[in-house]
């Protein structure tokens, strides 16, 4: 389906389920877009973060890519991380994107090396201009170490560099001050840059996000939940604030699966991303819980944990 | 007024006003309480971050505090800073605190020093049961350098060691994850701890944080624009969300201020204290815009910006 | 003893033994600077991080400085520590230690505060001007959170406002590229700033820093092994770096009683400064191994660690 | 050339000239890997941080590794950077570069991505077992955003997982601490870990690290000057340590190159790359000083700031 411009709703960034050995699980990927698209979600971002895209080779990513095309199918549209340290590296993996029919492509600032904001400009625009995709800018601090300046990402939406943003950096009151420079909640339409979309990845907090006047939402936990997340999102763009930030609770209660692993055994990445595939196992979408290489595995006292969770979050497991 | 459990709505850090020679301006802080109480604030917060209370000797701080206690007169509750690196040094300020009248102290983790979690429960435990005020731990990363967890939080809600957090971690998923912990937003009066508050320090996402449960804001902007700040509040109670974002939008406008002074002169913290004491000066409540020393001053450039900033906002400088 | 210009040698920092309430024990503190004495130490640092200053009440501050100034009874110059996070509270410390009769005052950037380089500097220059003391910068980024740039450092170098440099950074490169363009190892005399003192704060690479230029060292385990760091220090005087290697050597494994607490127990912080202490107490030195609030306590376990670390070094318990 | 066990002595990371296009620049590299056999160098690390491996594609990486092995022609060992985000991409290169011919890889730690000690430890055990050559650790905290601990190094350097360490931690006391482990700077070879190589990336305390025992340096200014840097190994082997002063400090004084980029243009990274390469090319030893993209390229002024301090330490530029 073609991007609209501005990209709304939810938009699972699409976990990769893995095989024992470590190889991309094509039929359990098909059917974990099935079932995201079976909660009605609005889009699907390929090759995030949550998906382990650091985890997976280019050939496997490719191959991820491929399968999340091929099973959306069209029906929403679907977009790539090409997550990568610099820019011609990225527009390798831009191309790969391009070719395997991905709607747009998500990046994140230069990392590994020490980077100036006027470089991380040139790197957006020479991927917009190179790659030949509606670029989303990824940021994530977390994992790179910089944080986009609120004035270079309004710059990039106004010049049409950035199609939108991805936000997981956690400064909700620079993310605030963004959207008011591009009008405002209720102005974002007719202000500087009205087909950006502002996306956060902060799923604990999307009615204040959607209040705020974000657009959308990246929710990991929205692998494991989506109906929930759709619910949530339908409720804010209804303005029942109520019925929002009770959905939003119960699925602050169920992202307690995350901290299934324990903390002086393994990173709390691999306790997240394997509660999330876990979940979806217990919950009969995927067939393994295993994650990328070097993670260690969740064990069986972990796995009940998120079994646990999921109960009380009204999902039932199925195994 | 005796502090009410929880303490709700709009606590502003009171900016302490100084003269040229960087003396606490009592008769300035004398009119700055009176314009916030003007404003309908709901209690005071003397000697925070905001009131530059790492920039006071102690004497100072024993004077400006008792400026506010008097000037409060008991209509609102005053919180006391007692910002210091170690448990000996804030046990001091709360004694002092305590002696002068205030309400409650609010405390910090150790700073300076590399600390543990079992060190920071002790800090509070100690500071709770030989200061001999309700307690508020104030989460500040920025400053402190290590952030409170929420698994430490909620132990000392429910043990009754804190009678309420101050967050400005920015860490509003963790702050969701504690809410959602202590009963939700709905729940919280019959949940573990009925009468904890949770208190923002996060201006410029008052209405999310309202939304998400938290029971009131300490802005450092309230200083400028109390009114503002209680209409916002006010509106959030009454579920009014679209005017609370409206209000909550032009207080973010009016916030860009901070920025009035040249990042490559001054710090970030001289640039944003220095603009709201120059707004009030402007707006004829406090006669100087002096900040503590080393800080840089503002220059008429930066001042001319300030009052620009105060016009959009609707707000007329008399000066 | 008047200062010399540049201090050079071992200059401890001298540790502030407690009696089990947390007072200062002034005995303890008079054995332990007439054991350093006897160990040959050149100069002593009270109100050092090692002393945990940031643990002491003013009072206890201006105590354990005249018991050092007293005991120290001229025979090497003292430096007082005057940490705190801004000017004026920086130089209320400062008027302090002159009346009580330090040779000089030691000074961080502030802290707690973000702070800007032109604010560094101004602070520099304000306590020297107004404090009336020779003036050591200490730069140590772990508390302070800034790092000195070695440009501001040569400048104040030059102009005279400081008197040397206590640098804990860790940044050795930094550090080189100080010490070469004051005209180097062999050059410093005729440099730009010839009587400017470079005193690392790095314990475990003492004959490396000197080797590199540097004048002393300020190792916080020279409160336990005194005469090991001089002779380390005889030894680079000497040219004889085979010798200067081997003793730097012993003191590395000596410095590994730090290491005696839990970490899942306690902070780092309190593992060291408790090792230390415990550390003295079994030599005979001082009473008590405990340390200011909230830090927890060496337990026996890690005591007998402490002991075993200091008879493997050569020293002898003598509990 | 076989790998040594310890390798010791010069080991440069070797810079990866480009095009203006941004293509590798085969005839240049080939001319530099000569200009440093020519200077003595003991090996050569291909695909480091200097030779900004990660700003090649992977097809740029294969071509710049088979030109410095073909270069090389066996007269000095080849470790090869084999720098991604986890295992299975690393375990990528590793394969490459074993079949160009590599005689060794160097692995950093994960990064991107959020990781645990235990997670480390299976990483490079894994790419030990799978990988098939020696593999060194690469500490570089500032990249990769974790400290490999003491422990861990020499856990993996005990078992054999570890041929050895190429340190740009800043981290001199750990690392001192790890040597003594090892046996100290005179007793390493009768150690647990004989045949494990320390070197140092801190190409500025050269001297102070052969000293404490390490047994070579891979400096990235010794692109520009490799017979510099084995002077100053040689004299440090020969217990000369006042001409390994001298020697350091001249290259201390060239270091100053680095900085010839506008901070406020570019990153600190293109400046010190693009200096690294102006400064090759003035030598006439290649032909371009175009770094990767996104990275600012140096102006003319800076060029000429590189030529001064190319004449200031004694190498006279060509053009």
Known sequence: MALTAPLRGVVPPVCTPLTPAGEVDTASLTALVRHLLDGGVHGLFALGSSSEVVYLTDEQRATALEVVVNAADGRVPVLAGVIDTTTPRVLEHTRTARSIGADAVVATAPFYTRTHEKEIARHFRTVR???????????????????????????????????????????????????????????????????????????????????????????????????????????????????????????VELFGLVDAGPADEMSRNASAIGAFKHALRLLGVVEHGTTGMPQIQLGAEAIAVVSQRLRAAGLTPVR
Chains 1, 2, 3, 4 share one sequence.
């Open 129 to 251: 201009a190179e790659g030949g995709l509606p670029l989303f800018a990824y940021d994530l601090p977390v994992s790179v170490h910089s944080k986009l300046s609120g004035a270079l990402v309004r710059e990039l939406a106004v010049d049409g560099t950035l199609a939108g943003l991805k936000d997981s950096s956690g400064d909700e009151g620079g993310l605030r001050r963004l959207i008011v420079a591009l009008g405002g909640a209720a102005g974002r339409a007719s202000g500087p840059a009205p087909g950006f979309s502002v996306l956060t990845g902060s799923e604990l907090t999307v009615d204040a996000a959607l209040l705020a006047g974000a657009d959308g939402v990246v929710p990991g936990l929205g692998n494991v939940d989506p109906a929930g997340y759709v619910r949530l999102y339908d409720a804010a763009v209804a303005g029942d604030w109520k019925a929002a930030t009770a959905e939003q609770e119960r699925l």
